[in-house]
């Protein structure tokens, strides 16, 4: 059968993206340089007013930023041994070593490794490849999640710049182990130095095994696997039911494995040490490696490989050197739709559950610390204006939960009975974490800095 | 079986069903704003959550399935409770005037949210006929956006920005009358709210009843429900579950119904006089009609008269139509519309399968790998039928497209052939000269099922694509790669419309077109098969139940089948050889035909060379005219009988895929008008047949028609009551046939490859005359436009256009809009010229709608050889700049 894309009319769809269409300067907009805006206030006061906002470009260590910084973070190796910042250049050497073993080898090994997805949400890689690897069809992709939208991470983008073949080694490692045929690198459009390093990589690996890079139109939500989907298939990037899965239904249909970048730069590693190696690595449910990223308020913003199961007060003060000045408010974890973890709870480890248990989360790994120079109030209408402009717009809570939230705070409308009304559908009735992580977010804020809440509410 | 329990009951369900399914097949009603049951599940609107046992957030009941041994709770007073808070944030936005009939309405009203409407009133768009647009009332669940894409496949509804900027608009950016809509309706009938809304029910009031009925339009035969209100027609939506539509309709189908209430509608019988038209009893225009025929007979003898029977009638009338031309006239002298259609289709189909009528199914597009729509527009002209090739198509079918114009399906064709009209069989013959040496027939079915191979093999060899590639206008190359397609993507499904029959060689095209089906194997199997497009709601059935010169009911040869029917009859079928409807016109300008009785068909208007009709019909010396409307016959009848339409009787109709289906009365007959059948019936007695035609009532006939037609005998009213069966159903038991010829052939078990020779039409373009016109309907008029010219239809297309190519018009210095005078070597009229694309450089296509432009005056007396349908595809014309 002939493959047709339905291709809908160009101009509505590029309606939902906001990267502007020319080079033009872009200041940015995203949580790390919001709690960095004292800085700067006049670049910030920039950011705020340019046309179409932009929500981190990758340089929270530089915050607040703009698109012409050049400057790079610092890249350090906090764990027992380096996994993913093992540098491997362009040698497959992983990649042939796979394929000397069966596919489902490779699969069990994935298990074996207890690898848990690097996105956000944690879930365990190999089970995911497993479902993918099960599927009959002959046609199957994988795809590599290169859009890291959530402010306050870069991670990926230090990954795919720093040892791009390590992402390429890992998908078609993946490609091997599932049957899928091509590898495309769904890539932000902010991060234009990653895609001509990560272009240059693919020209020059000798595999035989296709990538192509799909770059992004400037959209949060197109960091959602489905709603990433839907943008490689150039239809409107709205956010899918599952079920069906990707795993199952994926790209064009077909069975397909997403997973990020960090997740994809991992399976080298796994492959070549052995997946109990990796596994001895972390702690509890977390195993392995996990890159931190830390923002501009640091002693020594950064990039850091670290272990799971460090307390996140190790990380703050010991690796990332405290507050450059003032004191710690809080620190968010993982990107802004998500808990807040306040000073009190520094001590908790650095893992899944862990975080989970006190309300916040390993997210993405972005770590942005805020001092008293953000109100909470601030920080809330932040949040939720960046929730509320990046919303796809399919699901009603988060369509018009958002906005609603948005509006009481600037006019007061709501009661706090009703504002619990609202994160609470947002919680349970949200069709992707954009939504829910609002409300997680809204929650933790209600939870540990409730008194300055109040403010909020009629 | 699986095993769920649902509110604390255990239920088992087969697998595969989603939750609301399941809830839907128990009767537990749950809010699901952007769930409709024609769509994929969309998750949007998240109302339908409900709570599994073991999962930590509430599911979305419409995208999840069921599984074995879960448990749901519908209503806990948490999901509840979420419902009202996510309801609340829909209604906020929502004015607070708005459509009660709407579903969603009825979902805020149950959860006591009517007062959380408190939005500011939007624009209105209240630019469409049919379709008020108010987007202020917009929920954002975007069942408009994705029925239009999705079932009709027209792309108009677009959706801008993200987030709560979201908005939906037509593809125009302005007005939605301007925009790329065809008007099907299905976004205002999805629309949960008033965003979207038919506009009758705001002016007339929302239905009081519904029946389910078949639409009286084309041959395609949707099922729709009816409303009524006050005895007047409201509004039409499609049957959900239905055969054909699915639950889809097109403009035609669902809107234009207005002719039923039109003010010109003609209900008192009435008699010519010498003063004019004089209204009169019933009583005294049936005795006048009886008196008018029995003159007739008396002097002239019954092959001097004749009846039509009416393609828009019912089986159950046309059956009756030509028994009383066969037992009261005593003559065969009976013909209808299909006269200048498909009687080639039925022909070919006949002579050499077996069996005249379509080989496959509706149902068999979606088994299709190959499509080939040959003379066919069928989004316009079989519009849910073309909706469901197009979303085929976009699935991934191939689609070859053998059409002179750049129709809308061309454009999304995997191959477009633009025959030059009137080369079809060349053409056909070269796909098969590929078929054939390149070896891509089928082997195995042509031993076992084809006889004449040797011969046919060797006529075919010299027809190679290059020696006609000139004379049909397409590339050598086009050519082979459709015949490959066509060939080797299988199955490969045929359907073609009045662009293959109405030619001088009709029939010969549609058996050359069938010798491709039998070279390749693409008969007797799921997505294959030869389907003509019937034109008309039952212009099958009326030709099928008899009202044909040389068969009887069932489409069987006189000879064959007079001994049962004169058994059933007990009275005599006529021995010698009726005339066709282009033979009593012939005859009536010699003067040797006098009397006819003209049902539903308006005969002037629509025959080809309209000044020969008119001069024949005003020879005759006894016309009777029987229609809803004093259409252009009528004008020239001696007594007029008004027939109620389709919406005011019981009966059958019958479809292009052999279905028949049930028609039911949605509302009394208006005026004094009758059915069909009851007038039949009427002049039948007056003229001393009492006893031959006894009926009560619409079943009665079919019952009869049961007795004489053996292979629809399985078809009963009691068994059409749940759904439409297709024939051949020779007993009670019988589930109907999908597919024929699957094991055999009517004929026996092969059927032969015809030798198809080329001989080109008389009607040549030359120096004087140097376009070629075809003529056609569209989408939004209907033939003659008697019906849809009586509708706001008329906003979409007020008149005939002459369609030319930009370059043709830039030659002869005319631009769009401008009055022409059009001359053929048989007529002239004077017609306003648009420009189209769509139409290639030397060519020029029209409809034959409108009374005031009379297109059949250019059409000229060719016709097909073997059924004596017109040659309305080619007509030779020239452009007068006024």
Same mark, same amino acid.
């Given at each position: 059968?002939?493959?047709?894309?339905?291709?809908?009319?160009?101009?509505?769809?590029?309606?939902?993206?906001?990267?502007?269409?020319?080079?033009?300067?872009?200041?940015?907009?995203?949580?790390?340089?919001?709690?960095?805006?004292?800085?700067?206030?006049?670049?910030?006061?920039?950011?705020?007013? @340019?046309?179409?906002?932009?929500?981190?470009?990758?340089?929270?260590?530089?915050?607040?930023?703009?698109?012409?910084?050049?400057?790079?973070?610092?890249?350090?190796?906090?764990?027992?041994?380096?996994?993913?910042?093992?540098?491997?250049?362009?040698?497959?050497?992983?990649?042939?070593?796979?394929?000397?073993?069966?596919?489902?080898?490779?699969?069990?090994?994935?298990?074996?490794?207890?690898?848990?997805?690097?996105?956000?949400?944690?879930?365990?890689?190999?089970?995911?490849?497993?479902?993918?690897?099960?599927?009959?069809?002959?046609?199957?992709?994988?795809?590599?999640?290169?859009?890291?939208?959530?402010?306050?991470?870069?991670?990926?983008?230090?990954?795919?710049?720093?040892?791009?073949?390590?992402?390429?080694?890992?998908?078609?490692?993946?490609?091997?182990?599932?049957?899928?045929?091509?590898?495309?690198?769904?890539?932000?459009?902010?991060?234009?130095?990653?895609?001509?390093?990560?272009?240059?990589?693919?020209?020059?690996?000798?595999?035989?095994?296709?990538?192509?890079?799909?770059?992004?139109?400037?959209?949060?939500?197109?960091?959602? $696997?489905?709603?990433?989907?839907?943008?490689? $298939?150039?239809?409107?990037?709205?956010?899918?039911?599952?079920?069906?899965?990707?795993?199952?239904?994926?790209?064009?249909?077909?069975?397909?494995?997403?997973?990020?970048?960090?997740?994809?730069?991992?399976?080298?590693?796994?492959?070549?040490?052995?997946?109990?190696?990796?596994?001895?690595?972390?702690?509890?449910?977390?195993?392995?490696?996990?890159?931190?990223?830390?923002?501009?308020?640091?002693?020594?913003?950064?990039?850091?490989?670290?272990?799971?199961?460090?307390?996140?007060?190790?990380?703050?003060?010991?690796?990332?050197?405290?507050?450059?000045?003032?004191?710690?408010?809080?620190?968010?974890?993982?990107?802004?739709?998500?808990?807040?973890?306040?000073?009190?709870?520094?001590?908790?480890?650095?893992?899944?559950?862990?975080?989970?248990?006190?309300?916040?989360?390993?997210?993405?790994?972005?770590?942005?610390?805020?001092?008293?120079?953000?109100?909470?109030?601030?920080?809330?209408?932040?949040?939720?204006?960046?929730?509320?402009?990046?919303?796809?717009?399919?699901?009603?809570?988060?369509?018009?939960?958002?906005?609603?939230?948005?509006?009481?705070?600037?006019?007061?409308?709501?009661?706090?009975?009703?504002?619990?009304?609202?994160?609470?559908?947002?919680?349970?009735?949200?069709?992707?974490?954009?939504?829910?992580?609002?409300?997680?977010?809204?929650?933790?804020?209600?939870?540990?800095?409730?008194?300055?809440?109040?403010?909020?509410?009629? | 079986?699986? @095993?769920?329990?649902?509110?604390?009951?255990?239920?088992?369900?087969?697998?595969?069903?989603?939750?609301?399914?399941?809830?839907?097949?128990?009767?537990?009603?749950?809010?699901?704003?952007?769930?409709?049951?024609?769509?994929?599940?969309?998750?949007?609107?998240?109302?339908?959550?409900?709570?599994?046992?073991?999962?930590?957030?509430?599911?979305?009941?419409?995208?999840?399935?069921?599984?074995?041994?879960?448990?749901?709770?519908?209503?806990?007073?948490?999901?509840?409770?979420?419902?009202?808070?996510?309801?609340?944030?829909?209604? @906020?936005?929502?004015?607070?005037?708005?459509?009660?009939?709407?579903?969603?309405?009825?979902?805020?009203?149950?959860?006591?949210?009517?007062?959380?409407?408190?939005?500011?009133?939007?624009?209105?768009?209240?630019?469409?006929?049919?379709?008020?647009?108010?987007?202020?009332?917009?929920?954002?669940?975007?069942?408009?956006?994705?029925?239009?894409?999705?079932?009709?496949?027209?792309?108009?509804?677009?959706?801008?920005?993200?987030?709560?900027?979201?908005?939906?608009?037509?593809?125009?950016?302005?007005?939605?009358?301007?925009?790329?809509?065809?008007?099907?309706?299905?976004?205002?009938?999805?629309?949960?709210?008033?965003?979207?809304?038919?506009?009758?029910?705001?002016?007339?009031?929302?239905?009081?009843?519904?029946?389910?009925?078949?639409?009286?339009?084309?041959?395609?035969?949707?099922?729709?429900?009816?409303?009524?209100?006050?005895?007047?027609?409201?509004?039409?939506?499609?049957?959900?579950?239905?055969?054909?539509?699915?639950?889809?309709?097109?403009?035609?189908?669902?809107?234009?119904?207005?002719?039923?209430?039109?003010?010109?509608?003609?209900?008192?019988?009435?008699?010519?006089?010498?003063?004019?038209?004089?209204?009169?009893?019933?009583?005294?225009?049936?005795?006048?009609?009886?008196?008018?025929?029995?003159?007739?007979?008396? $002097?002239?003898?019954?092959?001097?008269?004749?009846?039509?029977?009416?393609?828009?009638?019912?089986?159950?009338?046309?059956?009756?139509?030509?028994?009383?031309?066969?037992?009261?006239?005593?003559?065969?002298?009976?013909?209808?519309?299909?006269?200048?259609?498909?009687?080639?289709?039925?022909?070919?189909?006949?002579?050499?399968?077996?069996?005249?009528?379509?080989?496959?199914?509706?149902?068999?597009?979606?088994?299709?790998?190959?499509?080939?729509?040959?003379?066919?527009?069928?989004?316009?002209?079989?519009?849910?039928?073309?909706?469901?090739?197009?979303?085929?198509?976009?699935?991934?079918?191939?689609?070859?497209?053998?059409?002179?114009?750049?129709?809308?399906?061309?454009?999304?064709?995997?191959?477009?052939?633009?025959?030059?009209?009137?080369?079809?069989?060349?053409?056909?013959?070269?796909?098969?000269?590929?078929?054939?040496?390149?070896?891509?027939?089928?082997?195995?079915?042509?031993?076992?099922?084809?006889?004449?191979?040797?011969?046919?093999?060797?006529?075919?060899?010299?027809?190679?694509?290059?020696?006609?590639?000139?004379?049909?206008?397409?590339?050598?190359?086009?050519?082979?790669?459709?015949?490959?397609?066509?060939?080797?993507?299988?199955?490969?499904?045929?359907?073609?419309?009045?662009?293959?029959?109405?030619?001088?060689?009709?029939?010969?095209?549609?058996?050359?077109?069938?010798?491709?089906?039998?070279?390749?194997?693409?008969?007797?199997?799921?997505?294959?098969?030869?389907?003509?497009?019937?034109?008309?709601?039952?212009?099958?059935?009326?030709?099928?139940?008899?009202?044909?010169?040389?068969?009887?009911?069932?489409?069987?040869?006189?000879?064959?089948?007079?001994?049962?029917?004169?058994?059933?009859?007990?009275?005599?079928?006529?021995?010698?050889?009726?005339?066709?409807?282009?033979?009593?016109?012939?005859?009536?300008?010699?003067?040797?035909?006098?009397?006819?009785?003209?049902?539903?068909?308006?005969?002037?208007?629509?025959?080809?060379?309209?000044?020969?009709?008119?001069?024949?019909?005003?020879?005759?010396?006894?016309?009777?005219?029987?229609?809803?409307?004093?259409?252009?016959?009528?004008?020239?009848?001696?007594?007029?009988?008004?027939?109620?339409?389709?919406?005011?009787?019981?009966?059958?109709?019958?479809?292009?895929?052999?279905?028949?289906?049930?028609?039911?009365?949605?509302?009394?007959?208006?005026?004094?008008?009758?059915?069909?059948?009851?007038?039949?019936?009427?002049?039948?007695?007056?003229?001393?047949?009492?006893?031959?035609?006894?009926?009560?009532?619409?079943?009665?006939?079919?019952?009869?028609?049961?007795?004489?037609?053996?292979?629809?005998?399985?078809?009963?009213?009691?068994?059409?009551?749940?759904?439409?069966?297709?024939?051949?159903?020779?007993?009670?038991?019988?589930?109907?046939?999908?597919?024929?010829?699957?094991?055999?052939?009517?004929?026996?078990?092969?059927?032969?490859?015809?030798?198809?020779?080329?001989?080109?039409?008389?009607?040549?373009?030359?120096?004087?005359?140097?376009?070629?016109?075809?003529?056609?309907?569209?989408?939004?008029?209907?033939?003659?436009?008697?019906?849809?010219?009586?509708?706001?239809?008329?906003?979409?297309?007020?008149?005939?256009?002459?369609?030319?190519?930009?370059?043709?018009?830039?030659?002869?210095?005319?631009?769009?809009?401008?009055?022409?005078?059009?001359?053929?070597?048989?007529?002239?009229?004077?017609?306003?010229?648009?420009?189209?694309?769509?139409?290639?450089?030397?060519?020029?296509?029209?409809?034959?709608?409108?009374?005031?432009?009379?297109?059949?005056?250019?059409?000229?007396?060719?016709?097909?050889?073997?059924?004596?349908?017109?040659?309305?595809?080619?007509?030779?014309?020239?452009?007068?700049?006024?």
């Amino acid at each position: 059968m002939r493959l047709v894309q339905r291709i809908p009319p160009e101009a509505p769809i590029d309606s939902f993206y906001h990267h502007p269409e020319s080079n033009q300067e872009m200041i940015c907009q995203g949580t790390a340089c919001f709690v960095a805006r004292g800085l700067n206030p006049r670049l910030w006061e920039q950011a705020c007013f @340019q046309e179409k906002r932009v929500y981190c470009l990758g340089r929270c260590y530089a915050a607040p930023s703009r698109s012409s910084d050049e400057s790079l973070p610092i890249v350090e190796v906090h764990s027992r041994c380096a996994v993913v910042m093992e540098r491997i250049g362009p040698s497959y050497e992983a990649l042939w070593m796979a394929r000397s073993r069966t596919p489902g080898r490779i699969v069990e090994d994935i298990e074996a490794s207890e690898l848990r997805g690097r996105g956000g949400a944690g879930f365990p890689t190999g089970r995911k490849w497993r479902a993918v690897h099960r599927q009959p069809s002959h046609i199957k992709y994988v795809v590599a999640n290169a859009d890291e939208g959530d402010p306050g991470a870069f991670i990926d983008r230090i990954i795919m710049e720093d040892d791009p073949h390590r992402l390429l080694a890992g998908m078609a490692i993946a490609a091997y182990a599932v049957g899928a045929s091509k590898g495309i690198i769904y890539l932000r459009a902010e991060y234009t130095r990653a895609h001509d390093i990560l272009q240059k990589a693919i020209n020059e690996a000798r595999v035989d095994f296709e990538f192509q890079i799909v770059r992004g139109h400037g959209s949060y939500v197109c960091g959602e $696997e489905t709603a990433m989907l839907n943008s490689i $298939e150039g239809k409107r990037p709205e956010v899918r039911t599952r079920p069906p899965y990707p795993t199952e239904s994926g790209l064009f249909g077909r069975p397909t494995l997403v997973n990020n970048v960090e997740t994809f730069a991992t399976v080298p590693w796994i492959i070549q040490h052995g997946p109990e190696t990796y596994r001895a690595l972390g702690f509890s449910k977390s195993r392995g490696t996990k890159l931190v990223s830390l923002n501009s308020l640091f002693g020594r913003p950064g990039l850091y490989e670290i272990e799971f199961g460090i307390p996140v007060r190790r990380i703050c003060e010991e690796i990332g050197g405290g507050l450059k000045n003032g004191s710690l408010r809080g620190v968010i974890v993982g990107g802004p739709l998500a808990g807040i973890i306040p000073p009190s709870l520094l001590d908790t480890p650095f893992g899944f559950e862990e975080l989970q248990g006190i309300g916040a989360a390993v997210g993405h790994g972005g770590i942005v610390a805020f001092d008293e120079s953000t109100s909470i109030r601030e920080l809330v209408e932040h949040v939720l204006s960046f929730a509320a402009y990046e919303s796809c717009g399919k699901c009603t809570p988060c369509r018009i939960g958002n906005a609603a939230l948005v509006r009481s705070l600037q006019d007061r409308s709501l009661k706090r009975s009703q504002w619990d009304e609202i994160i609470s559908a947002m919680a349970r009735t949200s069709l992707c974490g954009l939504g829910t992580g609002v409300a997680e977010f809204a929650q933790s804020v209600s939870r540990y800095y409730g008194k300055e809440l109040a403010s909020c509410f009629r | 079986m699986l @095993q769920v329990t649902i509110n604390g009951q255990s239920r088992e369900f087969p697998d595969g069903y989603s939750i609301l399914q399941a809830l839907h097949r128990i009767g537990i009603d749950i809010p699901a704003a952007c769930f409709d049951e024609r769509l994929e599940p969309f998750g949007g609107c998240r109302l339908c959550l409900v709570a599994v046992q073991g999962m930590a957030r509430p599911v979305t009941a419409c995208n999840t399935p069921i599984a074995d041994g879960m448990s749901i709770e519908t209503h806990a007073p948490e999901i509840e409770q979420e419902r009202r808070t996510l309801l609340r944030l829909l209604a @906020q936005n929502m004015p607070r005037h708005s459509v009660p009939a709407k579903e969603f309405y009825g979902c805020l009203r149950e959860y006591g949210l009517e007062s959380a409407m408190h939005g500011p009133a939007g624009a209105v768009d209240d630019s469409h006929p049919y379709i008020r647009v108010d987007m202020s009332q917009c929920i954002a669940c975007f069942r408009c956006v994705r029925i239009c894409a999705d079932v009709q496949g027209q792309f108009t509804w677009q959706v801008w920005n993200r987030g709560d900027k979201t908005e939906i608009r037509p593809d125009s950016g302005t007005t939605f009358l301007e925009s790329s809509c065809v008007s099907c309706g299905a976004c205002a009938h999805t629309c949960p709210t008033g965003a979207l809304v038919d506009k009758s029910i705001l002016t007339h009031g929302i239905p009081q009843k519904w029946t389910k009925t078949t639409c009286p339009y084309c041959g395609v035969g949707c099922e729709m429900n009816v409303g009524t209100r006050d005895g007047r027609i409201v509004q039409i939506v499609p049957v959900m579950d239905a055969p054909v539509n699915k639950g889809h309709l097109c403009v035609k189908g669902r809107y234009a119904y207005d002719y039923v209430h039109a003010e010109d509608r003609a209900t008192e019988p009435m008699i010519r006089t010498s003063t004019g038209w004089k209204v009169v009893s019933w009583k005294e225009a049936i005795a006048a009609t009886a008196h008018g025929f029995t003159q007739a007979l008396r $002097e002239y003898g019954p092959g001097a008269v004749g009846v039509l029977g009416s393609a828009r009638a019912t089986n159950e009338e046309n059956y009756l139509a030509q028994k009383l031309a066969r037992v009261v006239l005593g003559t065969n002298n009976v013909d209808s519309c299909a006269r200048v259609c498909h009687a080639p289709s039925a022909a070919a189909l006949k002579m050499v399968l077996g069996t005249g009528a379509a080989t496959n199914s509706f149902d068999d597009i979606e088994q299709a790998r190959t499509i080939l729509v040959c003379g066919s527009n069928t989004t316009e002209n079989h519009p849910i039928v073309g909706a469901r090739i197009r979303q085929h198509v976009l699935r991934g079918a191939n689609l070859i497209v053998i059409d002179p114009r750049q129709i809308e399906l061309a454009e999304i064709a995997t191959i477009h052939l633009p025959v030059r009209p009137g080369t079809n069989i060349p053409l056909f013959n070269a796909m098969a000269n590929v078929i054939v040496e390149e070896r891509l027939y089928d082997q195995d079915f042509i031993r076992a099922r084809v006889a004449g191979w040797e011969d046919y093999r060797r006529f075919i060899q010299e027809w190679t694509p290059e020696s006609v590639a000139s004379i049909c206008g397409v590339e050598a190359d086009l050519i082979r790669r459709a015949a490959r397609f066509y060939a080797t993507a299988k199955p490969a499904m045929s359907v073609h419309g009045l662009g293959i029959t109405e030619h001088s060689q009709g029939t010969l095209s549609v058996v050359s077109l069938i010798n491709l089906a039998l070279l390749t194997g693409n008969i007797g199997k799921p997505g294959a098969g030869v389907n003509p497009l019937r034109g008309q709601n039952n212009v099958q059935g009326a030709a099928h139940m008899g009202c044909e010169p040389n068969h009887l009911t069932g489409f069987v040869p006189i000879d064959a089948g007079r001994e049962l029917v004169q058994t059933v009859w007990q009275a005599p079928v006529p021995k010698y050889k009726g005339l066709d409807l282009m033979q009593m016109m012939e005859a009536a300008e010699k003067g040797s035909f006098e009397a006819l009785w003209v049902i539903g068909y308006d005969i002037l208007l629509t025959n080809p060379q309209a000044d020969r009709t008119l001069e024949a019909m005003r020879s005759m010396k006894f016309v009777v005219v029987q229609d809803m409307f004093m259409n252009e016959t009528a004008r020239e009848a001696h007594v007029f009988l008004p027939a109620c339409s389709s919406m005011e009787k019981d009966g059958t109709f019958m479809n292009g895929e052999r279905r028949v289906q049930r028609i039911r009365r949605a509302m009394p007959p208006i005026g004094n008008s009758k059915s069909d059948w009851e007038i039949i019936c009427a002049v039948a007695k007056a003229m001393g047949h009492g006893r031959h035609f006894e009926f009560e009532s619409a079943e009665q006939i079919w019952e009869e028609i049961r007795k004489v037609w053996k292979v629809g005998a399985g078809i009963t009213y009691a068994r059409l009551d749940h759904a439409g069966i297709q024939w051949p159903c020779p007993t009670e038991e019988h589930p109907g046939t999908r597919i024929l010829h699957e094991g055999a052939f009517q004929t026996g078990a092969r059927a032969a490859l015809q030798r198809v020779e080329h001989v080109p039409s008389k009607e040549m373009t030359t120096d004087e005359f140097p376009l070629l016109l075809t003529t056609g309907r569209s989408l939004f008029q209907f033939n003659a436009g008697t019906m849809t010219l009586r509708t706001p239809n008329v906003v979409f297309q007020p008149t005939d256009y002459l369609d030319i190519s930009p370059d043709d018009a830039g030659r002869l210095g005319i631009v769009g809009g401008e009055m022409v005078t059009l001359r053929s070597r048989h007529g002239a009229i004077r017609i306003t010229v648009r420009l189209s694309p769509a139409v290639r450089p030397g060519e020029a296509f029209t409809t034959f709608t409108m009374p005031d432009v009379y297109t059949n005056r250019l059409t000229g007396p060719e016709v097909d050889e073997i059924t004596h349908t017109p040659e309305y595809k080619v007509t030779a014309v020239r452009i007068e700049k006024e």
